[in-house]
């Protein structure tokens, strides 16, 4: 049976106070690229993918291990805990991936073309989930990293594009199923609690803290505690399987 597309809450890909499409007052602006992100964005695509590599390489190589889920990270309810590890089980393959992170991204880029802002985003979501979870699971490890890296860019390129990809094309260059995916995205988007959209501050900081810049997480999000959309969002992930999509015979 044909799976239907998921579809994100419009309020998830808008960063707040901006206008729905077709709402605009009817001029047509030049958009004027803030010199700080143009630092990054004016890269070729290849060199800074490069650079966002072995800046993934590097955090695996200092972390091979798995942090016992004891620990509820502060800010999170207590009860929401099973259903945080529920979502990060999601990532977790059945095996570490034959496929290099550097192929991978490659392979990606190849059949499914992204711009800079995209590998800046990678990089700050993947450290977002880092520090907002690092009491209960290091989030980014070598059974991690490749469907993190698909569900980033995906959300990502659903954020900043206004041209989108079909799913079925990047769950199959991805190397898993359109169903896998679906369920990676929801994941994603939950342990983000539904705060998706990235700010041009939030890249610029993702490329000073990639290119060393600056050498500590500063791109934290505010914390997430309980809100009433929380509420709303973990009872959602608390009601679909833990172990769906973790398993099986995809690539990754």
């Known amino acids: 049976m044909a799976t239907a597309a998921i579809m994100l809450p419009d309020s998830a890909l808008r960063p707040p106070g901006a206008t729905e499409p077709g709402k605009q007052d009817g001029s047509v602006r030049r958009a004027v690229v803030n010199p700080a992100l143009a630092v990054f964005t004016d890269r070729r695509v290849e ?10 390489e590097s955090q695996l190589r200092a972390i091979e291990d798995v942090k016992s889920p004891v620990e509820v990270p502060e800010g999170i309810h207590d009860s929401h805990s099973r259903q945080i590890q529920v979502c990060l089980l999601r990532f977790k393959a059945a095996k570490v ?5 550097r192929d991978y991204l490659l392979r990606l880029h190849q059949h499914c073309p992204f711009s800079t802002p995209k590998l800046l985003a990678l990089i700050h979501y993947l450290t977002v989930l880092d520090v907002l979870y690092v009491e209960i699971s290091k989030v980014l490890i070598r059974a991690t990293a490749h469907r993190l890296i698909l569900t980033a860019i995906v959300i990502a ?20 199923t359109l169903q896998q995916l679906h369920g990676l995205e929801l994941a994603f988007f ?11 501050e939030a890249l610029i900081t993702a490329g000073n803290y990639l290119t060393g810049r600056i050498a500590t997480k500063t791109m934290i999000l505010d914390p997430m505690t309980h809100t009433p959309d ?14 769906e999509g973790i398993s099986g015979t995809s690539e990754i």
């Open 47 to 56: 060199e800074l993918l490069e650079i966002v590599v072995e800046h993934i």
């Open 157 to 176: 390129s659903k954020v900043l594009d206004d041209r989108l990809m079909p799913q079925i094309r990047w769950s199959v260059v991805g190397g898993i």
């Open 97 to 101: 991936p034959a496929v290099s992170i």
């Open 230 to 243: 929380a509420d709303v969002i973990w009872s959602s992930v608390g009601n679909r399987s833990g172990t």
């Open 190 to 200: 939950f342990l983000l609690n539904g705060k998706c959209w990235i700010t041009e």
